[in-house]
């Protein structure tokens, strides 16, 4: 067994329960009635929302805080640089990286994998390789497209089976003397499915292959130890784990990031510049030009607060014991399909209902409260391999409870009945 699985059954059971109740309190946006009902969101996938303390964060940093990082002598900038640099050390250690040099602040898990494709990129030769799999965010998939365009690398992909799992057999044969780099979603947005990311990595590192997991979707629900995973680089987004948009992070073991050349240039990614030659700053700062998303840092730095006191083991039990409500419940409704029906599955309920187009069932939830995502959730080549154009999806989080998935269930088989 991999070791997220383990480490993902491991919190389940050991998990105290949590008091959703007391949680729900904590995010304001949660309190207000929707198109007259209460208010059910399940879409957490596409976007989390914020606790008061997340928001709070960031108002008292501008009220009181703000000014330029790294660079200032006055108090105001000493004060910005301390809560920046603040929040790269609480990352560093919700993510259990050995040291601050690996975590590089992005706008998100998007930017996060252009930098590693544009850096990494410059070092590839034409008829280099890179794997990835057939469930991939459009974001894992287009940056290797650009680079392969440019560059001429190869691309490689893992398919999926008709559970929307990653199907390994012949992996094996996918790897050549020329596969430079394994890329993988540890969770696939769109159906759910959490990737058999330990197994893979060993794969790759038994080859010299570097490895880059994208963990938007796996790291609100699970702890995340980059150390245990033994991966090379890790992407997420704040947006997605309670904190704001905008700032994102890519750990990248120490090792692999100080042979990388910069992909932007500008400030504070230099130590000095002249005409004659430009010497870079030292690691994270060589990869982060220009001035960064400070507010968005300590917003960040303010979930990683917010999650860590109420604890990822028992997110991730409570989480699980709700999907399995949740599938039970909506499995029960006739004509309904699911999506993605992983044996190791977190969070996301992918469905669709007879012919009921996903935009309309989606319009209709709405009205009675219920925020759900439809479309192809940017997993094209996944809706592809279903012979589908979207599915409607609910997605969970750690404020969602059965009220929600009963008002989601309700609303279907209230849709359901305006289309007979
Ligand atoms: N990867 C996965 C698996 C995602 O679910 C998402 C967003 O939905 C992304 C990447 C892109 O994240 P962002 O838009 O925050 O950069």
């Not at 997220?4 to 904590?26: F, G, M």
């Not at 207000?32 to 940093?61: C, F, K, M, T, W």
């Not at 790269?88 to 706008?107: D, L």
């Not at 960064?292 to 960040?300: C, F, Q, R, S, Y």
Request: net charge negative; hydrophobic share 40%; aromatic share 6%.
């Amino acid at each position: 067994m991999s070791a997220n699985k383990a480490s993902l059954q491991t919190t389940v059971s050991d998990a105290v329960e949590l008091d959703v109740a007391r949680i729900r309190q904590d995010f304001p946006i949660l309190q207000q009635e929707l198109n007259g009902h209460r208010l059910a969101y399940l879409d957490s996938a596409a976007s989390a929302q914020r606790p008061a303390a997340v928001i709070d964060a960031i108002s008292q940093y501008y009220e009181h805080d703000h000014a330029n990082v790294h660079r200032g002598v006055h108090t105001l900038s000493h004060r910005a640089t301390d809560a920046y640099e603040g929040a790269r050390e609480k990352v560093r250690e919700f993510i259990n990286a050995e040291s601050i040099r690996e975590i590089v602040f992005t706008r998100g898990t998007t930017e996060a994998i252009n930098l590693v494709a544009n850096a990494l990129g410059e070092q590839l030769q034409a008829g280099d390789e890179v794997i990835l799999t057939q469930l991939e965010h459009h974001s894992n998939i287009v940056p290797w497209q650009m680079l392969a365009e440019r560059r001429g690398i190869e691309l490689k992909v893992i398919p999926i089976n008709s559970a929307g799992e990653l199907v390994l057999d012949g992996l094996d044969d996918l790897f050549s003397d020329r596969t430079r780099l394994l890329t993988v979603s540890h969770v696939s947005n769109a159906l759910g499915t959490i990737n058999p990311v330990g197994e893979l990595v060993a794969a790759a590192r038994k080859r010299g292959v570097l490895t880059l997991l994208d963990g938007a979707q796996a790291i609100p629900h699970t702890a995340i130890d980059v150390r245990q995973l033994d991966c090379d680089f890790y992407a997420f987004s704040g947006h997605k784990m309670c904190g704001p948009t905008g700032i994102g992070v890519l750990y990248a073991r120490e090792a692999v990031l100080a042979e990388l050349p910069p992909w932007q240039g500008g400030g504070d990614m230099i130590l000095t510049v002249s005409f004659s030659g430009t010497t870079y700053n030292e690691l994270p700062y060589r990869f982060e030009a220009g001035t960064p998303n400070i507010a968005g840092a300590v917003g960040l730095g303010a979930a990683v607060d917010y999650l860590s006191a109420i604890g990822m083991a028992r997110i991730a039990a409570h989480e699980h014991q709700l999907l399995e409500y949740a599938t039970d419940r909506i499995t029960g409704i006739s004509g309904l399909q699911l999506v993605g029906t992983a044996t190791h599955k977190t969070s996301v309920l992918s469905f669709n209902v007879d012919d009921i187009h996903p935009h309309d069932l989606g319009t209709i939830l709405d009205h009675q409260g219920v925020a759900i995502r439809t479309g192809h959730h940017c997993a094209m080549p996944v809706m592809e391999h279903f012979g589908i154009a979207g599915t409607a999806r609910a997605s969970l989080a750690l404020y969602n409870d059965r009220d929600d998935i009963d008002q989601l269930i309700d609303a279907i088989h209230r849709a359901v009945e305006m289309f007979r």
